[in-house]
């Protein structure tokens, strides 16, 4: 079966730090570029972080730079987030998705998990 299945989330106070996973089968993972993104309550998706296949380069938007790392492990078919200086605003749903490239910088998300629970507390 072609499945992520995300763990790792948990309740941590404010400057905590929590290393998410994503176990991926059923698929070619060290094949494709894959991402973490993240659902607050009542907003819509947020990407997070980036990496490519040989797990070199990665990408981070402004709101997590210099907190979080994304990491691979094609050996073991696992995607890792490690995140640190957790905030309020870290709160959300996490999942990783399958980013599949179009072309001309396009990119879509073909798979996705059920995602972890991140919740951060005063």
């Known amino acids: 079966e072609v499945q992520l299945v995300e763990s790792g989330g948990a309740m941590v106070q404010v400057g905590g730090s929590l290393r998410l996973s994503c176990a991926a089968s059923g698929f070619s993972f060290s094949s494709h570029d894959m991402s973490w993104l993240r659902q607050a309550p009542g907003k819509g998706p947020e990407w997070v972080s980036n990496i490519n296949v040989a797990g070199n380069t990665t990408y981070y938007p402004d709101s997590v730079k210099g907190r979080f790392t994304i990491s691979r492990d094609n050996a073991k078919n696992t995607l890792y987030l490690q995140m640190n200086n957790l905030q309020l605003d870290d709160t959300a749903l996490y999942f990783c998705?399958?980013?599949?490239?179009?072309?001309?910088?396009?990119?879509?998300?073909?798979?996705r998990g059920q995602g972890t629970q991140v919740t951060v507390s005063p």
């Open positions: 998705v399958r980013v599949r490239t179009l072309g001309r910088g396009q990119v879509m998300y073909d798979l």
